[in-house]
């Protein structure tokens, strides 16, 4: 399975604060917004993921992961010109992509739970079709939203409706296997102007292909595209880590306990960082484990 972080956008809805770099390189509390969508490819296991963002940011995102040796892993980088809607990213990436299945997470979105790696491992276990999320949510007008018949079957998908029949959106995570190349290359564009990854979405269902998994209580979910939301997130991580002695989107930690790479590579990766907690927390980790 390949991994595909999509980290396009103008970031408007965050100026101006993104004014002159992309939304998805401003810190969510100690590290950048980026991390929490790469720490979740690579708890799934995936090792080769692309990173697609616009010609402006993609120097930066380069600057800031290299080639992503160093977690044990490999980054490659690509250019959206324009904001043409999550479902341009299988256009773009198509190369990349190939023969194989692909798990796409928006770049602005963080996920946390004591069950969620378990809910990873249960989506990313399919043979075909794909594989979405649904998570309640009080306000489903902002989002893709998912309606479920009376015993759990998906009756139909909307994107942002006036009148939504359910209270589940549709998270910025998503599986799919090799079909979703041809299916993106042949989706129309929105009355928005993007093409809408709910379209692709609506296909699968048609085809009868598409499983939706309802997040478990207790797990959370950040789309962190406004100042609030953004807020949101850094009070999160901030509470989390410093009362449970756990941390979110630790690509070091997590890159050590997958295999990765070694207890060497670990503590070279802390020496500069030595002065911060987030030093001092894969200094932890490298004693305890």
Same mark, same amino acid.
């Given at each position: 399975?390949?991994?595909?972080?999509?980290?396009?956008?103008?970031?408007?809805?965050?100026?101006?604060?993104?004014?002159?770099?992309?939304?998805?390189?401003?810190?969510?509390?100690?590290?950048?917004?980026?991390?929490?969508?790469?720490?979740?490819?690579?708890?799934?296991?995936?090792?080769?993921?692309?990173?697609?963002?616009?010609?402006?940011?993609?120097?930066?995102?380069?600057?800031?992961?290299?080639?992503? @040796?160093?977690?044990? /892993?490999?980054?490659? !980088?690509?250019?959206? +010109? &324009?904001? $043409?809607?999550?479902?341009?990213?299988?256009?773009?990436?198509?190369?990349?992509?190939?023969?194989?299945?692909?798990?796409?997470?928006?770049?602005?979105?963080?996920?946390?739970?004591?069950?969620?790696?378990?809910?990873?491992?249960?989506?990313?276990?399919?043979?075909?079709?794909?594989?979405?999320?649904?998570?309640?949510?009080?306000?489903?007008?902002?989002?893709?939203?998912?309606?479920?018949?009376?015993?759990?079957?998906?009756?139909?998908?909307?994107?942002?409706?006036?009148?939504?029949?359910?209270?589940?959106?549709?998270?910025?995570?998503?599986?799919?296997?090799?079909?979703?190349?041809?299916?993106?290359?042949?989706?129309?564009?929105?009355?928005?102007?993007?093409? @809408?990854?709910?379209? /692709?979405?609506?296909? !699968?269902?048609?085809? +009868? &292909?598409? $499983?939706?998994?309802?997040?478990?209580?207790?797990?959370?979910?950040?789309?962190?595209?406004?100042?609030?939301?953004?807020?949101?997130?850094?009070?999160?991580?901030?509470?989390?880590?410093?009362?449970?002695?756990?941390?979110?989107?630790?690509?070091?930690?997590?890159?050590?306990?997958?295999?990765?790479?070694?207890?060497?590579?670990?503590?070279?990766?802390?020496?500069?960082?030595?002065?911060?907690?987030?030093?001092?927390?894969?200094?932890?980790?490298?004693?305890?484990?």
């Amino acid at each position: 399975m390949k991994g595909v972080v999509l980290a396009g956008g103008t970031g408007t809805r965050l100026y101006p604060a993104t004014m002159a770099c992309s939304k998805q390189l401003i810190p969510i509390y100690d590290k950048p917004m980026i991390y929490y969508s790469l720490a979740v490819l690579m708890l799934l296991g995936v090792r080769d993921i692309l990173i697609i963002s616009t010609s402006k940011d993609v120097p930066m995102f380069k600057d800031l992961l290299k080639d992503g @040796e160093q977690f044990g /892993v490999h980054f490659s !980088y690509m250019v959206q +010109e &324009k904001p $043409r809607g999550i479902a341009d990213a299988f256009i773009v990436g198509k190369d990349f992509i190939g023969t194989d299945s692909v798990c796409l997470i928006l770049g602005d979105n963080l996920f946390y739970g004591a069950d969620f790696e378990d809910s990873l491992n249960k989506a990313a276990n399919f043979r075909d079709g794909a594989v979405i999320f649904g998570y309640f949510v009080k306000n489903p007008k902002d989002f893709g939203v998912v309606e479920f018949s009376k015993d759990g079957k998906v009756l139909s998908i909307e994107e942002k409706p006036k009148e939504p029949k359910s209270n589940f959106a549709v998270p910025g995570l998503y599986f799919y296997d090799n079909d979703v190349l041809e299916i993106a290359n042949n989706i129309k564009y929105s009355n928005r102007g993007e093409l @809408e990854i709910t379209a /692709v979405n609506d296909i !699968y269902l048609k085809r +009868e &292909k598409l $499983r939706v998994e309802v997040l478990k209580d207790g797990t959370a979910w950040f789309d962190t595209g406004t100042h609030n939301d953004l807020l949101s997130a850094c009070n999160f991580v901030q509470s989390v880590q410093t009362r449970q002695r756990v941390y979110i989107g630790c690509l070091e930690e997590i890159a050590y306990k997958k295999g990765f790479i070694d207890k060497a590579s670990l503590l070279k990766l802390a020496e500069p960082m030595l002065k911060t907690d987030y030093g001092q927390h894969i200094l932890y980790i490298c004693e305890k484990y």
